[in-house]
């Protein structure tokens, strides 16, 4: 190997490296917006953010006739998932998939389901 080799090889592992590190950390990346898209579209935020959507839930899961909906609510009161599962729930609900599987459609299709269900569901 010559130098010249060496000094080009080198970058290319450490942007190979920084290329793995950052796919690795896509999949907590996507559910973290998705958990803050969840919050915005329910009007919430900060530490509480999932209990007051919990306690909202629950007000509102007896009055929830459409089936879909009954479900979404059903999701967003859960308070016996971590945090993980429980946005990996809401999300393959509405996507149809698992966001582990997503493609830039699904991840389309979770937005407009969400829109479409926030008007549904009370918030202030």
């Given amino acids: 190997m ?3 080799s060496a ?3 080198s ?3 450490a942007m190979l490296r920084s290329s793995f590190a950052e796919l690795q950390r896509a999949y907590d990346d996507l559910l973290s917006d998705l958990q803050g898209v969840v919050f915005r579209a329910m009007n919430v935020s900060g530490s509480k953010a ?3 959507i919990r306690f909202r839930a629950g007000v509102a899961v007896d009055h929830a006739v459409d089936s879909g909906l009954r479900a979404f609510v059903h999701h967003l009161s859960d ?3 971590p945090d993980v599962p429980w946005i990996e729930a809401i999300a393959t609900l509405l996507a149809g998939r698992q966001p582990r599987t997503w493609t830039d459609v699904d991840r ?3 937005d407009v389901a969400l829109a479409e269900a926030q008007p549904k569901f009370p918030t202030p």
Wanted: hydrophobic fraction near 45%; aromatic fraction near 16%; avoid cysteine.
């Fill in 2 to 4: 010559t130098a010249a």
């Fill in 7 to 9: 000094d080009s090889v």
């Fill in 11 to 13: 970058p290319f592992f």
């Fill in 50 to 52: 999932r209990e007051i």
């Fill in 79 to 81: 308070d016996q998932l």
């Fill in 108 to 110: 389309t299709r979770f």
